[in-house]
T-cell receptor, first 114, second 115 residues
Framework: DTEVTQTPKHLVMGMTNKKSLKCEQH?????MYWYKQKAKKPPELMFV???????INESVPSRFSPECPNSSLLNLHLHALQPEDSALYLC?????????????FGSGTQLSVL | GNSVTQMEGPVTLSEEAFLTINCTYT??????LFWYVQYPGEGLQLLLK?????DKGSNKGFEATYRKETTSFHLEKGSVQVSDSAVYFC??????????????FGQGTILTVHP
């Protein structure tokens, strides 16, 4: 199994809603990532988890709250988002070591904030 | 800081044409270099990588050579297919400590191949 599975694929939410994005991998990777990608732009790193601990937060607003309940799962909790947060949210995983920096990406959740 | 510059697109080619997408980088030390591809409606997939100077990464007919003297990692393919139509991202990673997986991406180059 070399897949990173993200759900849902599409999400529409209002600015007062609370929703969660989910990501799952069964490759035994101990590093997991959230990236945000606006249309026609490269992905921007948001968070990195290493061995289920948050190791990098790229100054992301607190309306985005990541969670890593176990080594296979990664969540992104959303609350009080703004329309400018509409984007493709990509999850990725990798082995957290120098020998293999290959990131495996999921297909993403396309988020629209109304 | 680290940065990656890609040739501006979009690039439009006919099937079986030769492809070059230029990529240059700025980084201290010895970064690893990558090409990722993103097909419509999908996430990114690693196309190829190189971890040290003069390494050549190759996959699916695509090649790129890590040139430290010119700080470049240009992507080439001898004969493109319609199925190669996608967005191509050049990226670098500064390994070590908490930097693993922290990719710096170029702006992306849209490639369209016509039959």
């Amino acid at each position: 199994d070399t897949e990173v599975t993200q759900t849902p694929k599409h999400l529409v939410m209002g600015m007062t809603n609370k929703k969660s994005l989910k990501c799952e991998q069964h490759m035994g990777h101990r590093a997991m990532y959230w990236y945000k990608q606006k249309a026609k732009k490269p992905p921007e790193l948001m968070f990195v988890y290493s061995y289920e601990k948050l190791s990098i937060n790229e100054s992301v607003p607190s309306r985005f709250s990541p969670e890593c309940p176990n080594s296979s799962l990664l969540n992104l909790h959303l609350h009080a988002l703004q329309p400018e947060d509409s984007a493709l949210y990509l999850c990725a995983s990798s082995r957290p070591d120098r020998e293999n920096e290959k990131l495996f990406f999921g297909s993403g959740t396309q988020l629209s904030v109304l | 800081g680290n940065s990656v510059t890609q040739m501006e697109g979009p690039v439009t080619l006919s099937e079986e044409a030769f492809l070059t997408i230029n990529c240059t980088y700025t980084a201290t030390g010895y970064p690893s270099l990558f090409w990722y591809v993103q097909y419509p409606g999908e996430g990114l997939q690693l196309l190829l990588k190189a971890t040290k100077a003069d390494d050549k990464g190759s996959n699916k007919g695509f090649e790129a050579t890590y040139r430290k003297e010119t700080t470049s990692f240009h992507l080439e393919k001898g004969s493109v297919q319609v199925s190669d139509s996608a967005v191509y991202f050049c990226a670098l990673s500064r390994p070590g400590g908490t930097s693993y997986g922290k990719l710096t991406f170029g702006q992306g180059t849209i490639l369209t191949v016509h039959p």
